[in-house]
T-cell receptor
Framework: GAGVSQTPSNKVTEKGKYVELRCDPI?????LYWYRQSLGQGPEFLIY????????DSGLPNDRFFAVRPEGSVSTLKIQRTERGDSAVYLC???????????????FGQGTRLTVV | GENVEQHPSTLSVQEGDSAVIKCTYS??????FPWYKQELGKRPQLIID?????GEKKDQRIAVTLNKTAKHFSLHITETQPEDSAVYFC????????????FGTGTRLTIIP
């Protein structure tokens, strides 16, 4: 498919465990974003990559959260020592925009529903 | 940082009538304002966006207006149909290298047949 792909679609983990969430952006999109959406809320920004580098990680809630995009394509969001409050839908989005260019549409994936029990 | 407020949180409209959703933002440097539609259990999808150099934009039954002085923008849906029922989110960003979107809290729109 040509859209943004996220895996897994659902993840249940025990409190204290480590999880990795994967995002495959649309081919050729240089910008990649991670958002977190709690029930009944709008998506909340976590981190933004332009190519391989994190251009803005101001939304990461604490040092348990980390994200990488080593080759400028696939990205992995990593959460250490998960807590019940981390339960949410984690959304990834990509866009073709680059630094200095006008903003363009961000295409969202279906999200990963993370449940910490 | 940017703060986006959205009203109303829920809206019920008779089929065929119009629906209006309003948002305000706080960062005067914001210049890109997209609207997303999210159906239950699905991904947010862009329905229309507007940049700060434009005051109004229309696409068939959907229109968005922007007042930069007052820092507010609105979504207008005319001739509503049952398939318009969903949650709608407004958002704002600075763009031009600062691409993160700040979203409103959403409006649950229900179209009554």
């Amino acid at each position: 498919g040509a859209g943004v792909s996220q895996t897994p679609s659902n993840k249940v983990t025990e409190k204290g465990k480590y999880v990795e969430l994967r995002c495959d952006p649309i081919s050729g999109h240089t910008a990649l974003y991670w958002y977190r959406q709690s029930l009944g809320q709008g998506p909340e920004f976590l981190i933004y990559f332009q190519g391989t580098g994190a251009a803005d990680d101001s939304g990461l809630p604490n040092d348990r959260f980390f994200a990488v995009r080593p080759e400028g394509s696939v990205s992995t969001l990593k959460i250490q020592r998960t807590e019940r409050g981390d339960s949410a839908v984690y959304l990834c989005a990509s866009s073709p925009s680059s630094t200095g260019s006008p903003p363009t549409e961000a295409f969202f994936g279906q999200g990963t529903r993370l449940t910490v029990v | 940082g940017e703060n986006v407020e959205q009203h109303p949180s829920t809206l019920s409209v008779q089929e065929g009538d119009s629906a209006v959703i309003k948002c305000t933002y706080s960062d005067s440097a914001s210049n890109y304002f997209p609207w997303y539609k999210q159906e239950l259990g699905k991904r947010p999808q862009l329905i229309i966006d507007i940049r700060s150099n434009v005051g109004e934009k229309k696409d068939q039954r959907i229109a968005v207006t922007l007042n930069k002085t007052a820092k507010h923008f609105s979504l207008h849906i005319t001739e509503t149909q049952p398939e318009d029922s969903a949650v709608y989110f407004c958002a704002a960003s600075r763009g031009f290298g600062n691409e993160k979107l700040t979203f409103g809290t959403g409006t649950r729109l229900t179209i009554i047949p």
